[in-house]
């Protein structure tokens, strides 16, 4: 499409839902959700319109009707390569998209909330998302969504510990035991 609304393209052409583009650094594929395989999954495609020379590729082929969406794209990673961040039922993860043959990976382990939205720090360090984890016991309902950030690689009580960066009603009016201070929503380094 040009800048001025003309010329409008449709990228996909099926009977299901294709929602949530998201670009490579590059320009050269669009991630994207769609429901084309009877489930929620990450896609990936050139950005022009589908057909026999543009067939849009199942990044994360979820397993057992898992629900896959929210997928930015990162920048370039310090081994050259690039990720695409998602939600798959509660969870953040991650997949390569130049490989998505190889396991995915877990970023976050939340059983009692949902941890969703992510986003990728501009180095690719961090993964900023939405999350009610420690707001209730499961099923939470989610009346507390707060932000959170954690490195780009899989949670642990250790190393890897997700850190909050804003507070609500479940502290109101004090830092979280754990939160982090000052303006880190800029700087992504708790």
């Not at 397993?63 to 690039?82: E, I, K, R």
């Not at 396991?103 to 382990?109: F, G």
Request: aromatic share 6%; hydrophobic share 25%.
């Amino acid at each position: 499409m040009n800048s001025d609304g003309t010329k409008q393209t449709s990228l996909t052409n099926n009977a299901t839902i294709d929602s949530n583009p998201t670009w490579s650094l590059d320009g050269s594929q669009i991630g994207f959700v769609s429901e084309r395989d009877g489930d929620l999954d990450i896609w990936a495609m050139k950005p022009v319109p589908e057909g026999p020379d543009n067939v849009p590729q199942n990044l994360t082929n979820s397993p057992g009707g898992a629900f896959d969406s929210d997928p930015p794209w990162s920048s370039y990673l310090p081994d050259g390569s690039t990720r695409i961040a998602f939600h798959r039922n509660g969870d953040v993860w991650t997949v390569n998209p130049a490989n998505p043959g190889a396991p995915k990976t877990q970023i976050t382990t939340e059983p009692t909330g949902s941890d969703s939205f992510p986003n990728w720090s501009p180095n690719g360090a961090r993964i900023a998302s939405q999350s009610n984890r420690n707001t209730g016991t499961f099923p939470n309902t989610g009346n507390d969504q707060e932000i959170y950030t954690i490195k780009a690689q899989p949670e642990n009580a250790t190393t890897n510990e997700p850190r909050r960066l804003t507070r609500g009603s479940v502290y109101p009016g004090q830092n979280a035991p754990g939160e982090c201070r000052g303006r880190l929503a800029d700087k992504l380094k708790c």
